[in-house]
């Protein structure tokens, strides 16, 4: 490590950023807008820094506290705030870009995606097989994420995790298309164009254009996957005009994806404004570590929630 070395420059991702980035804040006395890329020599405090008790969070970081705050909230029937997980898949793509795709050669950052997803999937087997000596609510299936392909139907234990499948599917599937190299080429000469077809293309499974079955047989990653993408284009909408076709392009395509449920769709539209227009927040610094613990700890509270609050 040297002085010009980066977060993402050192191997940071989306994983490690949280704790990182409220160290920083807490430090410099505010959060700079790409402080994931700058040179550690540009990273100085103000010459006035904020009083004490002023803070900011990262949007971010704000949005996956709330995610998973809902998620355990509505499965445990305390409340019926819903939305949180796919609000994570969105958050998901957004942070794939900033921490993934970023000026390092395509194998490494295909190494670094690679990194990403075994951090994913292997905690998340090795608690699902650790439950699976404890009791019959989950399958071999379910060990190796393909619940979604191989499990049994009308499971209602067994779709449990049907997020993390659809999550690490969707960075397998990036990651085996960013490793050719004439996509490589095109994601970096055009790094916003590039997800917004990634999405449109998704909208064709969205909108069950291609007479696919209905969406509770078939892997919810191949229905969910665009929210992933507009996720990464927000990332990467550097000026108002992109910021606002990423704006109406959730406000056109999330509604009606949740019949019946107009809040759920009106908090992931709400989502993907503030992490197109609001890089931080207000803060506090005992909000920001709740926030922070949250944020850091999403993965293991969402896979753990099931057994500690059985529903």
């Known amino acids: 490590m040297t002085r010009d070395s980066s977060f993402v420059g050192l191997g940071g991702d989306s994983l ?35 009083p004490s008790h ?45 921490f993934h795709l970023t000026t390092a050669d395509r194998r490494e950052r295909v190494r670094r995606i690679g990194i990403s997803i075994a951090r994913i999937a292997v905690p998340s087997m090795i608690w699902i097989g650790f439950v ?30 049907w997020f993390i499948e659809a999550l690490v599917y969707i960075l397998v599937a990036a990651v085996a298309v ?35 079955p209905d969406r509770d047989r078939i892997p919810d990653a191949i229905t969910v996957f665009w929210l992933f993408a507009l996720g990464w284009a927000a990332a990467k909408a550097t000026t108002a005009g992109r910021r606002l076709v990423v704006t109406a392009a959730a406000v056109a395509t999330v509604p009606g994806f949740f019949p ?4 759920r769709e009106a908090i992931i539209v709400a ?33 753990t929630h099931w057994q500690i609050f059985p529903s």
């Open 54 to 98: 002023r803070r900011a969070l990262e949007t971010g970081v704000a949005l996956r506290a709330m995610a998973i705050f809902c998620i355990v909230g509505s499965h445990i029937h305390v409340f019926g705030i819903k939305g949180g997980a796919h609000l994570l898949l969105a958050l998901a793509g957004f942070n794939f870009a900033r």
């Open 178 to 212: 960013l490793s050719v190299p004439m996509v490589d080429r095109a994601e970096r000469r055009f790094p916003y164009a590039l997800p917004l077809v990634i999405a449109a293309v998704g909208l064709l499974t969205r909108y069950d254009l291609l007479g696919l």
């Open 16 to 50: 490690s950023y949280v704790e990182m980035s409220l160290h920083l804040e807490e430090r410099l006395g505010h959060l700079p807008a790409d402080w994931h890329t700058t040179p550690i020599r540009d990273l100085r405090p103000p010459e006035r820094a904020l």
């Open 260 to 263: 019946g449920d107009p809040g």
């Open 271 to 303: 989502a993907f404004a503030l992490l197109a227009w609001v890089p931080t927040l207000p803060g506090r610094e005992r909000v920001n570590q709740l926030a922070g613990l949250l944020a850091t700890s999403s993965l293991y509270i969402y896979l």
């Open 132 to 161: 699976l000596l404890l009791n019959d609510d989950y399958t071999l299936a379910n060990l190796a994420l393909l619940d979604s392909v191989l499990g049994p139907e009308h499971s209602k234990t067994g779709m449990q995790f």
